[in-house]
């Protein structure tokens, strides 16, 4: 159905004038502040009509529902559907494989440090440049010893 075929002034006319005899309604149930409300609905499609904002919202809302049509019913959309899900698979395959690899290359590393000479070395730089900064050994009782004295602070102990 087109734009054209529809009868859009009485029903819109007719709309809204079933919204203003609910907004009455709303009025003496609900009070003035549920009337006008009910009201100011009531009036839209009379002035969606008026000012041709019918046309561009009928336009609007038959391209979305023709665009999630074609994208539902059509075999060649789910297809890329389908291609695209094998594709996430794949990557994550891929990277738990490669996660695999890569743990087994550290857990054979040592031996190869041994055979070898560092890397480091043989660029030119210092080895110390190229050395893991060593991390401070804390000891347990560091771990706790701030939340001890917040504790202490509060009186809690």
């Known amino acids: 159905m087109t734009f054209e075929q529809i009868a859009w002034l009485p029903l ?23 009337g006008l409300r009910a009201t100011a609905w009531a009036l839209l499609p009379l002035a969606a009509y008026l000012t041709n904002a019918l046309k561009t919202l009928w336009n609007i809302v038959s391209s979305i529902v023709g665009f999630v ?14 291609l695209a899900g094998l594709s996430v698979v794949l990557f994550l395959v ?12 550290r857990r054979s590393r040592p031996e190869r440090k041994a055979a070898a000479p560092a890397p480091a070395a043989q ?7 190229t050395k893991p900064m060593a991390r401070p050994v804390e000891s347990k009782n560091d771990d706790f ?8 602070k509060r009186g809690i102990s």
């Open 94 to 105: 891929s990277g738990v494989m490669r996660g695999r690899t890569l743990r087994m290359g």
């Open 69 to 82: 049509t074609g994208l539902v019913l059509s075999p060649t959309v789910w297809a890329g559907v389908a």
């Open 123 to 129: 660029a030119g730089r210092p080895a110390e440049v």
């Open 145 to 152: 010893s701030d939340i001890e004295d917040i504790l202490k």
């Open 12 to 34: 819109c006319a007719g709309l809204t004038a079933v919204g203003v005899v609910l907004a009455f309604l709303a009025f003496r149930r609900r009070g003035a502040a549920a």
